[in-house]
């Protein structure tokens, strides 16, 4: 079905609004919302701001929408106003949103999990002011950080406990249990937080692991962490949905992660049955990066092209252009949008109409074409879309 969408393009297909399937999932088109923070759950628990934020989103013609990096315990959020999925409460609040998304939109649904690891226990930016710090203290709200070495991520941050056997045992039970959750909330992809800093990808980068141990030194040591947590959620999820992970390209930083590296990442992933790859950059030290209109696209395309994985491109995509270009050339075969989906809740509507193409839209918004017998917001000259 979603094949006969794109052929209706009378002018040319757009590469963009071709389906893309990963394992059972099939999505419409090749645009991700991306998981955005918005510090606004409440002891874990998804609120009606939610409902509002995602909302939008499940109606805006996107192939599939990716809620906010959620943390697997209490310990591993962000900060205190982010979302966890780490007991039954967390998990009934969540589902009040998913069921009213579902609804009212058939988009596909996904999660981000993650555990924030030594870069936990934060405030939400808009509250650091004057002289309040980022990092949060016991005594002021917060908790103590974890990491793979007791080593703190810049000046004056809290000095995490480096993990024990017991510990990492404890994150991977909280993963799995998490993936599980999901399972049962009904959702369609889990995307595992392994960049920014966070804690597996303070496993991966030397920057951050400094252990003796055989989780740190070699890549294949600082890999072990990460690719125990990866097999337990796919372990843990549905069979016939996908798992993919986000990770680092590059800490843009000496002595960091590198390409090379993210290569065999990549590689690895796929021998413990992930799906894809979402690829990132940076946050493992506090460093100036080079901020550019799809600054990350060739580590996308690298890892794309060397691993052999499905990989999506983040970051600074914002032009309708850019994104075909993105998908056209082979670079990546999906691409996630954060600031451009919030600048613009209808993106995807407008670039079917820079682009050619259609999308599908809620009936209340339907002005009168359809595809399949399937409601269109149909962009396209009325002498191309006569049937």
Request: net charge neutral; proline share 7%.
């Amino acid at each position: 079905m979603t094949g006969r969408r794109a052929k209706a393009c009378s002018y040319g297909v757009s590469a963009l609004f071709t389906p893309f399937t990963l394992r059972g999932l099939t999505l419409p088109n090749r645009i991700v919302v991306s998981p955005m923070c918005q510090y606004s759950a409440e002891d874990g628990c998804a609120t009606d701001w939610h409902l509002i934020h995602l909302g939008q989103f499940a109606l805006s013609g996107a192939g599939l929408l990716i809620l906010e990096a959620t943390g697997v315990e209490p310990v591993g959020r962000i900060s205190p106003a982010c979302l966890g999925l780490y007991d039954d409460a967390t998990e009934a609040a969540l589902r009040r949103v998913v069921e009213a998304i579902r609804r009212w939109s058939p988009m596909p649904l996904g999660i981000q999990l993650g555990h924030a690891g030594r870069k936990a226990s934060t405030r939400p930016s808009w509250e650091v002011r004057g002289e309040r710090t980022r990092w949060l203290l016991p005594a002021d709200g917060g908790w103590a950080t974890v990491g793979p070495s007791a080593l703190p991520f810049g000046p004056g941050w809290p000095t995490p406990g480096e993990l024990d056997a017991a510990g990492m045992d404890r994150i991977v039970a909280a993963f799995a249990q998490a993936a599980s959750r999901t399972a049962r909330l009904g959702l369609d992809l889990i995307e595992i937080h392994g960049a920014h800093g966070y804690l597996i990808s303070s496993f991966l980068s030397p920057l951050a692991n400094r252990r003796k141990d055989d989780h740190g030194g070699s890549l294949e040591n600082r890999m072990r962490f990460p690719l125990r947590i990866a097999a337990a959620v796919r372990e843990a999820f549905t069979p016939d949905r996908p798992v993919g992970m986000r990770f680092n390209g590059t800490d843009w930083a000496d002595g960091g992660i590198t390409p090379e590296e993210a290569v065999a990442f990549a590689r690895a992933l796929r021998e413990v049955r992930l799906d894809y790859c979402d690829v990132s950059s940076g946050g493992n030290a506090e460093v100036r990066i080079p901020l550019a209109p799809g600054y990350q696209v060739p580590f996308a395309e690298r890892v794309r092209r060397e691993s052999g994985m499905a990989t999506m491109a983040v970051g600074l995509i914002r032009e309708p252009e850019q994104a075909e270009a993105v998908i056209a050339g082979g670079r990546a075969d999906l691409v996630a949008l954060g600031r451009a989906m919030l600048h613009d809740p209808r993106w995807p509507w407008h670039a079917a109409e820079a682009l050619g193409a259609s999308v599908q839209v809620a009936p209340q918004y339907w002005r009168g074409a359809t595809r399949a017998g399937v409601p269109h917001f149909d962009t396209r000259p009325a002498e191309a879309t006569r049937v």
